[in-house]
């Protein structure tokens, strides 16, 4: 398997990357700068573009409006639109210029269940029961694409030789489309890819996630009249019950990097009838594939040993499973050289008292939005938190990543707050910021086919002799599982 | 509480009933003529009523078109009816004639869920997914009116007094209606009720089936992310899950005669977050409710345990229970003299093919209907099976009760065989004999005044000092729960 | 399997052998006036050694003492006594005689953990953490040889002709120690087989009981450090306890009739360690054999189920299992004659007092001892209850037996209560009462060579076509496995 | 509560103290030459004792030889000796000279439970089922005792002035004999405490272990005969399989650094009684004891609610908790430097044999043993593994603490493999390293107050404002609660 970060063989690198590649603070490039221009000459349709796609509400796989107005856009610009790439109908490919290095920019804009929400600093749905985006992937898209954007106009000036290519990657929030789009091959040609996410801070991001495994096992036994004859039914509730006291029993013997956990989707239609039909959806996650990989074959299995326990029949079905991500510290050690030289987004009163009831209404401290740039964090070997689908482009084109203040300090993501904060100016200045950093950076690419080897070379370095294979079951996404 | 069935005092009582209130088989009484001659004369509105309620499909509260069909029939030939009573939309009574005796008559016309089917002898849905006939009620309200109606007209003649009323009684299959229409005191002052039920044999029912109560439980804990925290979660599914276990290991510890079956409604919304809320029904059955009672309450409190184990709060609410039925053998021997006289319902041979058809599709022996009218049963001191709201109505006043054969014998009840053999002429022959049977014995009541002491006097022997409650919780009844 | 016990048939064929064979009340014949002196001249031999047995309190297998005592008691009286038969050290075989008829009479002798009790009627331990008599077994085989040997006077004397064997079985009330005798021959050339059990009544004991069979689970797994390395291990615990939960879960299906009970007997040694093995000892009875075989099964397999979630070895082993017995009511009729013969049992006034103070201390209405005789019970479709190892006896010889009063009304079984009033004047009349009644029906065995035959005829119409087959392992029998 | 520990702030400490209380390598001082000498002109005593307390194989509580062994030593060598403080038999303090400073020494001396074991190099017991040394106490204690005795001839000699005062501490595997010599107030007047423990390689010890708390969780049903009538029974067993169950799902919500576990003590009795009684150890660990807290407070509710779903009464017992502990930097320092002196220990190429075929006999890789020393460890905020009640003694005395190398590499603790090795001379030679090391770091303390000052101010430190307050149930130590 891949072999572990060599965090002392690399620092040597960066110092060195530092003063081949680095700017002075301050002091950008004129590309940068005109990358730097461009997106500012287009603020207004980018924050109109990232408002629309908030109004959209549209959960993954389902983002139909919000990918036909990111393409469309990308159309009216310039750009060469592929839509519907990899058996999927809203996921597209936006590319401009030819030739080498080709640089890819991935932007997704699905939201999230149930967190409809006003623009105001307090619970406030804005339709009852509708998605909201408490991801910020309004943002996402949008920022990726104007960054995208500027790049385009240096080539299209000249200024700067080679290909930018943007992804629109559906389906970050559930099933995680980006593996549908590494399997249909659409890295294969890249370089380097960037990309971003909201956040509550902004750094250059270094830190791993979680791999992670999602499947469904389902039991089936025979109904029977509950008061009647009991004796005559098999009850897949009963399996689903024991399969779950197995997985909570298995709990002592995972390592403590390991998380499992469950929903129980059906359990049984009516009170007065044993269930012939149960199903659970299970999602197993480690540190890292390597780590995940027994766990989720042990969590399978067990299924085998709850149907015996409740004599009924079982199948398990992978829906997909993601890689943690491979950092790439020497791309973001360039990253980390243009957030210093950007410097922090600076807020009104106004934003900052926004966000000061924000965290009053979830219970933060009320320290208001924080966008200081600190040094590049330590890449820990086990980092915990979330999961993205970037992970698996990361395992096969070398990947950049930055986060971006888009929310208040603490807020809990995936809520309302972050939908409010991402449909008003905190969010747009944090997608106008990240669309600013990531556009120097790849200017730093394009300039430099140095840092594209140094970025390339780290790359290899850490994936070693590890063979990528994604993790989706056999034919095309399952666009339809998702309808309600 | 209530006295045992005291078999060998009621022994004698029977053999003097029979030979003073009884007539010679094969000779019924003219006014028996009669009411035969009323029901044969309407059998066409009867058969196109019961067909019109079989294609309404309308489950528990939600059988306004039923209704509303029995109501304007019954109104069309002269009855007085009520209609919307109990705080029940779809409740309704038929009242016709004055004074003594009131003898009332039950008729339920609610569907099933998921058991839409053609007429035909093998499963086929007649509209996907929708409610079915799968119990027969599209029969059992027209029967009972078409008694109903040929009492009505000997009343009209002027040859017998009294009063009779027709029961629209709705939601017998979930939350049961008849427990709000007692509750309304509807039943006070009537002196004894009839019934039938669709049923794969003909005979006077004396089984008492079983007391029953449904609740739910719910668990209320605290959300919190399943990978990153989930130490600050306090998990309402894991609550749900100790709840059912405490169920099952109890199981040990209840009489045989004891059902608990449970309905995992909601344990949980998306697989990475640490569930805050769930949901379970629960159903507890016994054959009499004086045992019910204490695993009532101990299932109840088992709610408390679970909620301690998870650390969550939790809620109990009654849904609604029932008594067994207080069976009446006095009546029922003078049901079961009609019977006699009426004989067996003959089927044509096609018939008996189609019957022999749905036993093959279901997996019974093929020996078709079967309609011989037996001798009265034993009353068993512990029947099980299945249970009836029209327990409770047998609390408050006399009720005799029938069953008439509707569909092959060894027919799954509650599946789509039911609704295919109710939706053809098998089912409309038992319900025009059902119609006979009842009537003629409502003539024995109306004709005999020594017949209703003696049945009453059996009602009071039987409950004793038992004083009678409905299970229902305060406030009107759950008309909105089963909207979907 | 097995006809189902014919009762409208079989009561003609009682009838008629009442007239046949019987003889009028208070009036035995000479040969039974001669046993019941018999047994009256031994009255102090026996009821010695009946004290002797008491004293010994010896387990299952371990019952040394006592066997030989009845052994020695035998040989001294004439018998010819074959010891340690069926590969048990503590089964022997007392016969005298020679040719046919062949009459057996089975006596058993072992005591059960924990109850060791003086003769006093409150609870009050001779030897603390001592077994004790508490299912009266030192009046069983006593009274039995007392029986036998009233038959071998007749013998000696020339009075009757043939054979009567005493069987000599240990360890009825753990492992069944017949099954071996069986499984050895032993009954292979026995006509009739006789026993008896002390009980709180005095009757003909015409009830099935349960069978039943017992084996242990073992469950082997992976030991690791609890704190430093939980993952490292595989937990024999979890795999017991997702195995009880499997077992309490199915209790949901399994018919009315049957029990599952099970012993925990070691889940792990220390607390800090992982544990590597665990055993459970489970037992599954139900009213007959043929329903009790499908639930065995399923509960055997479901080991596979639990070692799977957990991830372990596991090994299932067959204890041992024993029939329900297969009454003989023809048999039965003859023994309800000489039970009302002899009449009840009567008490001294201070034996009832002894009585109701056990009753007092054991919360029993205090109606002190009851020894009427009342007419022969109808046989139970399902008798629920106990057990007894006497069960395989009778599916391979006709086997007639006896429950007599050695203990007030309504004790609780198994209690210190039992050995109480088995250790004094209580317990010695229903040993003698016991052994005059069993003699008594041998006599009419002896002389009646149509009664032998008639019972031979009942048993043939109940056994059927059933194909006796003894559930044991192969190999010897568990004789130190009861060592501590 | 405490402090977290300032890595920062005490780094310069360590670096000053190194330069003013250090000696070059290589070269001891006097009074270290001379304790050295002290102990290797004892060792043939000293291995004498070590093999005679290998031998008693004396379980916590019980270890009455050993501690009369090591008494009577100490007695020989001069010590003032207390017997039996604490009011634990076996605990015992053995005092030498008076005066400032009063620097303590801790000696354990028990066995662990089956594991007894010849001096080979592959699993063979001495005494089948025995206790035996698999923590290598036969070596602590004596170690220790050597290190005051050498300390002791100091003072004798009049080369240093002070007190030095060895604690005999019985029972460190089970129930933390400390605990009570603590709450005794033995250590109020003591400056510094040393210790040591038996390991597979040689270093100051500065991590913290794991604090725990032990209690036991007692539930109370109601017996019933399993098969007739097991609804009058309430079952304990099920009782604490719930309980267990609710441990399990309850692991999803601890931190990674807790452990519970728990071992199955009594489920029941015999199987086909309904059991009335049951009894769990449960133990609970955390990397703190303020982490360790609010989980050992939950998991205490959590009976009342097993209790509750099973209907049983139940009691929590605390048997007794330690404290994690309380590492000494500057203390650990100063004994670096004394390790970095002596060296590492040599061993012959026997020893080396018989290390690699106990590494080849458990598994493990075959490199012999190991004893270099390497700069002193960082403390890890969570330090996981093991844990020991010398945790309490460093919350109210500042303590030092020694691991040296008397096992192979790798050896899996507490088994078979320890006992061998720490019979013979790898275990000696750790024994007398250990003792040197320990003596010339009290030269340290007694030649330097700043030492102690230092050592002191480091403890106050890290104590911060904590209260520290034992965890033991009122009353006497459970002194019998070990004896089978």
């Given at each position: 398997?891949k072999?572990?970060?060599l965090n002392l063989?690399?620092?040597?690198i960066l110092?060195?990357s530092?003063?081949v590649?680095?700017?002075k603070k ?5 590309l940068?700068e005109?990358?730097?221009?461009s997106?500012e ?7 109109n573009l990232?408002?629309q796609?908030?109004?959209?509400e549209e ?6 409006q919000s990918a ?7 159309e ?6 592929t ?5 999927i ?6 590319e401009y210029g030819?030739g ?19 623009k105001?600093p ?8 509708a998605p909201?985006?408490g991801?910020?992937h ?7 694409l104007g960054?995208?954007?500027a790049?385009?106009?240096?080539i299209e ?8 290519r943007?992804?629109g990657?559906?389906?970050?929030e559930?099933?995680f489309g ?7 091959g ?7 890819v960037?990309?971003?996410?909201p956040?509550?801070e902004?750094k ?5 996630g979680l791999?992670?495994?999602?499947f ?8 029977a009249?509950a008061?009647a004859?009991p004796w005559n ?5 009963d399996?689903?019950?024991?399969y779950t006291?197995?997985i ?6 995972i390592?403590p990097?390991?998380?499992i956990h469950y929903?129980?989707q059906?359990a049984?239609?009516v009170v007065?009838?044993?269930p012939d039909?149960s199903r659970i959806?299970?999602?197993?996650r480690?540190?890292?594939r390597e ?6 074959e042990?969590?399978?299995e067990m ?6 326990l409740?004599?009924?029949?079982y199948e398990?079905n992978?829906?997909?499973?993601i890689h943690?991500?491979?950092?790439n510290?020497t791309?973001?050690?360039?990253l980390q050289k243009?957030l210093?030289t950007?410097?922090?987004i600076?807020?009104?009163?106004e934003e900052q ?5 924000i965290?009053?209404?979830t219970g933060k401290p009320?320290?208001?939005l924080?966008?200081k740039?600190?040094?590049m964090?330590e890449?820990a070997?086990?980092?915990m ?5 970037v992970?698996?482009?990361s ?12 929310a208040?300090n603490?807020t809990?993501?995936?809520s309302?707050?972050?939908v409010?904060a991402g449909g008003?100016?905190i969010?747009h200045?944090?997608m106008a910021y990240a669309?600013k950093?990531?556009?120097?950076t790849?200017?730093?690419l394009?300039?430099?086919p140095?840092?594209?080897e ?7 370095e850490n994936?070693?002799?590890?063979v990528?294979k994604?993790m989706v079951?056999p034919?095309?996404?399952?666009i339809k599982?998702n309808?309600?």
């Amino acid at each position: 398997m891949k072999k572990k970060y060599l965090n002392l063989l690399l620092i040597p690198i960066l110092l060195v990357s530092a003063s081949v590649y680095g700017q002075k603070k301050n002091k950008p490039n004129p590309l940068k700068e005109d990358a730097i221009q461009s997106i500012e000459n287009r603020y207004s349709d980018l924050t109109n573009l990232s408002d629309q796609i908030w109004s959209f509400e549209e959960i993954a796989f389902q983002e139909t409006q919000s990918a036909a107005a990111l393409s469309d856009y990308a159309e009216s610009l310039g750009f060469k639109v592929t839509r519907g790439v990899a058996e999927i109908p809203t996921a597209f490919v936006a590319e401009y210029g030819s030739g080498s290095p080709v640089i890819g920019i991935l932007g997704e804009f699905d939201a999230l269940p149930g967190l409809s929400q006003n623009k105001v600093p307090y619970k406030s749905p804005l339709h009852e029961d509708a998605p909201g985006h408490g991801c910020g992937h309004n943002l996402f898209g949008v920022a990726s694409l104007g960054a995208a954007s500027a790049i385009k106009d240096l080539i299209e000036e000249g200024k700067i030789k080679g290909t930018v290519r943007f992804y629109g990657t559906p389906a970050e929030e559930k099933f995680f489309g980006k593996l549908w789009m590494v399997r249909a091959g659409l890295f294969e040609d890249v370089d380097v890819v960037m990309d971003w996410h909201p956040a509550a801070e902004t750094k250059a991001a270094v830190q791993k996630g979680l791999a992670l495994v999602d499947f469904q096992v389902e039991f089936k036994g025979q109904a029977a009249h509950a008061a009647a004859d009991p004796w005559n039914g098999r009850s897949a509730s009963d399996a689903l019950e024991l399969y779950t006291s197995g997985i909570n029993y298995y709990r002592e013997h995972i390592k403590p990097t390991v998380r499992i956990h469950y929903h129980i989707q059906d359990a049984g239609q009516v009170v007065n009838v044993v269930p012939d039909y149960s199903r659970i959806w299970v999602r197993v996650r480690d540190s890292s594939r390597e780590g995940l990989m027994p766990v989720y074959e042990r969590v399978q299995e067990m299924a085998e040993g709850a149907a015996i326990l409740a004599n009924v029949d079982y199948e398990v079905n992978l829906i997909s499973g993601i890689h943690e991500v491979l950092v790439n510290r020497t791309g973001s050690a360039a990253l980390q050289k243009n957030l210093e030289t950007l410097g922090p987004i600076s807020y009104t009163e106004e934003e900052q008292e926004f966000a000061k009831k924000i965290q009053e209404a979830t219970g933060k401290p009320e320290n208001g939005l924080v966008s200081k740039i600190e040094p590049m964090e330590e890449t820990a070997v086990h980092s915990m938190g979330g999961s993205t689908d970037v992970g698996d482009v990361s395992y096969v084109v070398p990947t950049i990543r930055l986060s971006a203040t888009t929310a208040p300090n603490g807020t809990p993501w995936h809520s309302w707050a972050v939908v409010a904060a991402g449909g008003m100016s905190i969010g747009h200045k944090g997608m106008a910021y990240a669309a600013k950093a990531l556009s120097m950076t790849m200017v730093d690419l394009f300039e430099n086919p140095e840092l594209v080897e140094a970025v390339k070379a780290d790359f290899k370095e850490n994936l070693g002799d590890y063979v990528y294979k994604g993790m989706v079951p056999p034919g095309p996404p399952p666009i339809k599982s998702n309808l309600q």
